[in-house]
């Protein structure tokens, strides 16, 4: 029995890797495919669309940046997601801090109104966003881009922060209160360092789900210089739609960033769920 089970074990085993790598392939044949297709005129991705270049050429990349204002589109994606990022991690650790420390009764309500944003979509709420942004003034205004950035990535951050500094040590805080520290400076210099693990996985989480975010910045903002870069990705599926060359450049131009990302930052997603982040 103990010989049949081992036998099994390894085939799983072996069906396991098989799975991996099928999907790995399935992830990252495409990438590559997007990525020196971005180097062929036009006339050759049409003749020989699954063929390297025969002659790589930048000309769909100037031309990109020429016609579809990616600078500037470049721009104002760091610009959302980095504000906005860094003010979600703020007001979550902040909320986490208040729910779990504070000890006042009705924090469980309030910890409960926060996990039901979870269950809001961008798409149920869009429409009455930009009926209220348009009366109120913040149509095509970058605030009126960041504030619902903010709102949409608080209900996932304070679940993190709050499961993680309700594992912060009680003795801690209290001795930081008998030395006389307010909580305003237990915040910035206690809460925020022992919550670093936690405080990477939610600012790597919140800037890629911006920097991806399409919908609202399309519905949000008419002009081209406030426009994201999947927005003005989005622009060559129209009016250039002939031309694949062009959207694959833009393509690139957008994925690079994330890859470079992912590549850097992978390991701190893993330590923050790693150390407590989802643990009660």
């Known amino acids: 029995m103990s010989g049949r089970t081992q036998t099994i074990s390894r085939s799983w085993t072996i069906v396991s890797y098989i799975l991996l790598i099928l999907f790995t392939l399935v992830t990252i044949l495409p990438v590559v495919w997007m990525l020196y297709s971005s180097f062929k005129p036009m006339g050759e991705i049409m ?12 000309e769909n990349y100037q031309k990109a940046f020429k016609y579809g204002n990616l600078v500037v589109s470049f721009l104002n994606s760091i610009f959302y997601s980095g504000l906005s990022t860094v003010s ?18 009705s924090s469980s309500v309030y910890f409960s109104l926060f996990t039901l944003g979870l269950l809001i979509t961008v798409n149920s709420v869009i429409t009455p966003l930009f009926i209220m ?6 149509y095509n205004t970058r605030l009126g881009v960041i504030l619902p950035y903010i709102a949409f990535g608080l209900p996932m951050a304070v679940l993190l922060s709050t499961s993680y500094i309700r594992g912060v040590p009680d003795a801690l805080i209290e001795a930081a209160v008998i030395d006389g520290a307010s909580y305003i ?10 919550s670093t693990p936690v405080l990477a996985t939610m600012a790597i989480l919140n800037f ?7 919908l609202m910045v399309f519905t949000l903002t008419s002009g081209e210089n406030m426009r994201s870069l999947p927005v003005s990705i989005n622009s060559f ?6 031309d694949y060359g062009l959207q694959f450049a833009a393509l690139v131009v957008g994925t690079i960033p994330m890859f470079i990302l992912y590549l850097v ?3 701190s997603v893993i330590k923050g769920f790693g150390e407590g982040a989802l643990k009660e």
Do not use: C, D
């Open 133 to 138: 942004e348009t009366s109120v003034g913040l």
């Open 47 to 58: 003749l020989h669309p699954l063929r390297l270049p025969t002659a790589p050429t930048w």
């Open 185 to 194: 400076q237990i915040f910035w210099k206690i809460i925020l360092i022992v």
């Open 88 to 105: 979600t991690v703020l007001l979550a650790l902040a909320a986490g801090f208040a729910l779990t420390k504070f000890g006042f009764k």
């Open 208 to 214: 890629l789900g911006n920097w991806n975010e399409f």
């Open 265 to 267: 930052a992978h390991e």
């Open 237 to 242: 599926a129209g009016r250039l739609n002939e």
